[in-house]
């Protein structure tokens, strides 16, 4: 079990990943099911983001397995207004159910967080559905606590 910061090889994985979880929110109330575009605006998106310094994704593969078995997205920006300035929005969070609780998130949040330190990172924030027992769990055992409506933890 390993975790490695994304490479091209990886859109599609990547994509499928993503579309699993919007499908896991199609139930929003303003929303209407997925764009028929979706997988390659994903993909789009996540090249663009392997060109980007101020984003990060990182998968996660399993010994006997072909590919990406989880992948973490990671945003950083700066504030304009309050402090700390520096922060950054963990997204995108997914793990194949098949490899579920075998430790793939917690790795991928502490590469995350490892990289987050490397640039200085001083806040990492996510936003969770409230109803989603296991990321919740997940993020709480990692350390994320609740603030208004999204999990923060502070980093470094
Ligand atoms: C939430 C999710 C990312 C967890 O990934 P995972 O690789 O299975 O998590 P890990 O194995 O690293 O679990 C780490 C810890 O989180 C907690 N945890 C994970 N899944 C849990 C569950 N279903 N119920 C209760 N606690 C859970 C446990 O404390 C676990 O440690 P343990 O296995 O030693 O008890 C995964 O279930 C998932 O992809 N869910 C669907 C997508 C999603 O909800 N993503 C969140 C985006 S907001």
């Given at each position: 079990?390993?975790?490695?910061?994304?490479?091209?090889?990886?859109?599609?994985?990547?994509?499928?990943?993503i579309i699993a979880l919007a499908r896991l929110r199609e139930h929003v109330h303003f929303q209407r099911g997925l764009h028929?575009?979706a997988?390659?605006?994903i993909?789009?998106?996540?090249?663009?983001?392997?060109?980007?310094?101020?984003?990060?994704?990182?998968?996660?593969?399993?010994?006997?397995?072909?590919?990406?078995?989880?992948?973490?997205?990671?945003?950083?920006?700066?504030?304009?207004?309050?402090?700390?300035?520096?922060?950054?929005?963990?997204s995108h969070g997914y793990?194949?159910?098949?490899?579920?609780?075998?430790?793939?998130?917690?790795?991928?949040?502490?590469?995350?967080?490892?990289?987050?330190?490397?640039?200085?990172?001083?806040?990492?924030?996510m936003l969770v559905d409230p109803g989603n027992h296991a990321s919740m769990?997940?993020?709480?055992?990692?350390?994320?606590?609740?603030?208004?409506v999204s999990l923060?933890?502070?980093?470094?």
């Open positions: 079990m390993s975790v490695r910061p994304a490479n091209e090889g990886d859109a599609e994985s990547v994509a499928q990943f028929p575009a997988a390659s605006r993909r789009e998106m996540f090249l663009k983001a392997l060109t980007r310094d101020d984003q990060a994704v990182f998968v996660a593969e399993e010994d006997d397995a072909a590919g990406a078995v989880g992948v973490q997205w990671i945003t950083r920006q700066r504030s304009l207004l309050v402090l700390p300035e520096h922060r950054a929005m963990l793990i194949d159910p098949a490899h579920r609780r075998r430790g793939h998130m917690r790795t991928l949040i502490e590469a995350s967080e490892a990289w987050l330190r490397q640039h200085d990172v001083e806040l990492a924030t769990q997940t993020f709480h055992s990692l350390g994320y606590v609740q603030d208004g923060r933890k502070r980093i470094g």
